[in-house]
């Protein structure tokens, strides 16, 4: 389920995490000084929200009436403008505590002036629209983690891992993470290991994006491995 969302009015808004997945007042409070808040959305609305935001910015700009420059950055009063179309009970105030409580960090704002925080907001990660993201210096981890369907790793162990149809390929920082985004297509996914310390040793660019997420253009299938067989 998904947690609401609340605000604080001092620290501005927080994922209700105590109570994931209800809308009432019990459990946790601002993680700043504990105060409950108002509720600002419910935890069906801000999911509601936040895969449409995600699907504007990564996959339809165009149907959403936003223009989107080649690093998939668009204008924070234009996405905010989309959000009122699609929903009447949406404004300004919901897109930015979305953007701002995302679990996994799926949307970056553009570094600037404080008066124009939002003025360019983009999705971190996961686009099938040509956009050229910027490398990160983050760190990388040895191994990394990918959550398949069991019916697709005979074709994975011998030709790898492809983007389909997204421009990158996605890689998890944990088992857990990588079981996580595989439950989303079956119930029993197959999680592979990926030999990141020697992709980059041969010359394969890892770049991490948002919070758990890591991108590459292909894993050939010499560094894949399953690692419960």
């Known amino acids: 389920m998904t947690a609401p969302i609340r605000t604080c009015p001092a620290h501005g808004p927080f994922a209700a995490d105590g109570n994931e997945g209800a809308d009432d007042v019990t459990g946790e409070g601002c993680p700043v000084c ?3 808040g108002e509720k600002l959305l ?4 801000r999911r509601q929200l936040s895969k449409y ?3 504007a910015l990564r ?3 165009a149907d959403a009436g936003l223009e989107v420059d080649d690093q998939g950055w668009t204008r924070g009063v234009a996405l905010a403008n989309a959000v009122e179309r699609k929903y009447e009970w949406a404004d300004k105030r919901h897109l930015e505590a979305v953007i701002d409580t995302d679990p996994k960090g799926r949307f970056e704002r553009a570094s600037g002036d404080c008066k124009a925080r939002d003025d360019r907001v983009r999705a971190a990660y996961g686009h099938s629209i040509d956009v050229s993201l910027e490398p990160t210096e983050s ?3 040895d191994t990394l983690y990918h959550g398949t369907v069991p019916r697709n790793l005979e074709s994975i162990l011998e030709d790898g891992l492809q ?3 997204r421009q990158q390929v996605h890689l998890s920082g944990t088992r857990h993470t990588a079981r996580t985004v595989g439950e989303r297509h079956t119930a029993e996914p197959v ?3 990926v030999d990141a310390a020697t992709m980059r040793a041969d010359g394969h660019r890892i770049t991490k994006r948002g919070r758990e997420t890591y991108t590459t253009d292909v894993v050939p299938p010499a560094y894949l491995t399953v690692p419960d067989r």
């Open 139 to 141: 760190p990388i981890p």
């Open 34 to 36: 504990g105060d409950r």
């Open 59 to 61: 996959h339809f700009p």
């Open 42 to 45: 419910s935890g069906a609305r």
């Open 191 to 193: 999680v592979l290991a």
């Open 53 to 55: 935001v995600s699907g």
């Open 163 to 165: 983007p389909m149809s």
